[in-house]
């Protein structure tokens, strides 16, 4: 059997099939290269250019392969580009997904792996958070993947689909073996902003607000390893294919760090005492979200292996510079073959 990985050319994605691969299973990708890069797909897993909304090429890919499940990735998620941009995180993140949804349904693929997100749960009174509190998102984004949701629990109880609804908190890091990280050049992530700036990749770091009522007025966030986060997605695929009843799970460790405090970590790494300057709020942005992990521990079984945020730097500084230096060698033969 094969797993259908949409958006599996971008990070979390191309860290899923890397997973899948290395379980032995079957992949085929599904992307756009909106984001996404052709080099992040590792073989033998198939890429398929294109857009997993678009009902009629997803058809096909089922007519032609087996496919048992979907791991459905791709998505727009940047907060404030949500907020800026609203009706394109709709299109993408929900109207395209209902599309997806309909030809799963309607070739009968049995199980479905949905990428969500802790924006589902807003500004929550308490945190760690658990997944049955109250769902109120504080931006498009979060409101667009909680649609999706939704839609999955209703085609789950109309039409017997079993899904993992799996909420990450924030991803970080790199595989460890070197294979694969985040390649975005303009990501807007912390860390991954922290360790460029690190490198001397930007000329410094901008704290999107100081002021919030947290222990150092900076936002709190959850950081989760990606490759422990994809393990999470075959042990859930797992838990579907046995029987598992349609699941909903936080991704998260249930330790929260403060943006001073990754930057402290992403400085004593590094060891470079980069430029930091506190400006105002950034849109849509919740004051603390750290993951309750208790059902994620107890229904799948999941532990972490790289719950370390000095780990998860380290890791992502080494990408950093592997994406450094491949991009000066490609320039190098870039400007050779000219000569030549
Ligand atoms: N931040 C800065 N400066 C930067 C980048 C980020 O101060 O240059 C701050 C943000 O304001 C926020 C924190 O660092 O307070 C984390 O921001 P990220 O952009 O790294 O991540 P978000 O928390 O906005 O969003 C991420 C994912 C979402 C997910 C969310 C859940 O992108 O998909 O985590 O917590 F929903």
Redesign the pocket.
């Given at each position: 059997m094969t797993v259908l990985v949409t958006g599996g050319a971008g990070y979390i994605g191309g860290h899923m099939v890397l997973a899948l691969l290395d379980a032995g299973e079957k992949a085929i990708v599904l992307d756009d290269l909106s984001t996404g890069f052709r080099s992040a797909v590792w073989p033998p897993a198939k890429l398929i250019v294109g857009d997993f909304g678009d009902m009629a090429l997803v058809e096909t890919i089922f007519r032609e392969h087996k496919i048992d499940a979907i791991a459905h990735f791709a998505a727009k998620?940047?907060?404030p580009e949500s907020v800026a941009d609203p009706l394109r995180y709709y299109l993408n993140n929900t109207t395209k997904a209902r599309n997806l949804l309909e030809c799963a349904v309607r070739h009968k693929i049995k199980h479905f792996i949905f990428s969500s997100?802790?924006?589902v749960y807003g500004e929550p009174e308490v945190n760690p958070v658990g997944e049955t509190v109250p769902l109120a998102p504080i931006n498009p984004?979060?409101r667009s993947k909680l649609m999706t949701e939704w839609m999955l629990r209703d085609a789950g109880q109309a039409y017997g689909l079993k899904y993992a609804i799996l909420r990450?908190?924030?991803v970080a890091g790199a595989d460890p073996k070197g294979r694969l990280g985040q390649s975005t050049p303009q990501a807007?992530?912390?860390?991954k902003?922290a360790v460029q700036t690190a490198l001397g990749f930007r000329p410094g770091?901008?704290?999107?607000?100081a002021d919030y009522p947290t222990r150092d007025g900076?936002?709190i966030?959850d950081y989760i390893q990606v490759t422990d986060l994809v393990a999470a997605h075959l042990m859930a695929l797992d838990y579907l294919r046995k029987g598992g009843e349609s699941l909903i799970c936080n991704c998260g460790y249930g330790k929260g760090f403060s943006?001073f405090e990754v930057i402290d970590v992403v400085k004593q790494v590094s060891g470079v005492d980069f430029n930091v300057r506190i400006s105002g709020r950034?849109a849509g942005?919740a004051a603390t979200?750290v993951s309750g992990p208790e059902r994620i521990k107890s229904v799948l079984g999941w532990t972490p292996r790289y719950d370390d945020l000095p780990a998860i730097v380290s890791q992502a500084l080494d990408w950093e510079r592997r994406l450094h230096n491949k991009s000066n060698a490609e320039n190098w033969r870039l400007t050779n073959s000219a000569v030549r």
């Amino acid at each position: 059997m094969t797993v259908l990985v949409t958006g599996g050319a971008g990070y979390i994605g191309g860290h899923m099939v890397l997973a899948l691969l290395d379980a032995g299973e079957k992949a085929i990708v599904l992307d756009d290269l909106s984001t996404g890069f052709r080099s992040a797909v590792w073989p033998p897993a198939k890429l398929i250019v294109g857009d997993f909304g678009d009902m009629a090429l997803v058809e096909t890919i089922f007519r032609e392969h087996k496919i048992d499940a979907i791991a459905h990735f791709a998505a727009k998620i940047v907060v404030p580009e949500s907020v800026a941009d609203p009706l394109r995180y709709y299109l993408n993140n929900t109207t395209k997904a209902r599309n997806l949804l309909e030809c799963a349904v309607r070739h009968k693929i049995k199980h479905f792996i949905f990428s969500s997100t802790a924006a589902v749960y807003g500004e929550p009174e308490v945190n760690p958070v658990g997944e049955t509190v109250p769902l109120a998102p504080i931006n498009p984004y979060g409101r667009s993947k909680l649609m999706t949701e939704w839609m999955l629990r209703d085609a789950g109880q109309a039409y017997g689909l079993k899904y993992a609804i799996l909420r990450y908190f924030n991803v970080a890091g790199a595989d460890p073996k070197g294979r694969l990280g985040q390649s975005t050049p303009q990501a807007t992530h912390l860390i991954k902003v922290a360790v460029q700036t690190a490198l001397g990749f930007r000329p410094g770091l901008e704290v999107f607000g100081a002021d919030y009522p947290t222990r150092d007025g900076t936002c709190i966030r959850d950081y989760i390893q990606v490759t422990d986060l994809v393990a999470a997605h075959l042990m859930a695929l797992d838990y579907l294919r046995k029987g598992g009843e349609s699941l909903i799970c936080n991704c998260g460790y249930g330790k929260g760090f403060s943006v001073f405090e990754v930057i402290d970590v992403v400085k004593q790494v590094s060891g470079v005492d980069f430029n930091v300057r506190i400006s105002g709020r950034r849109a849509g942005d919740a004051a603390t979200l750290v993951s309750g992990p208790e059902r994620i521990k107890s229904v799948l079984g999941w532990t972490p292996r790289y719950d370390d945020l000095p780990a998860i730097v380290s890791q992502a500084l080494d990408w950093e510079r592997r994406l450094h230096n491949k991009s000066n060698a490609e320039n190098w033969r870039l400007t050779n073959s000219a000569v030549r």
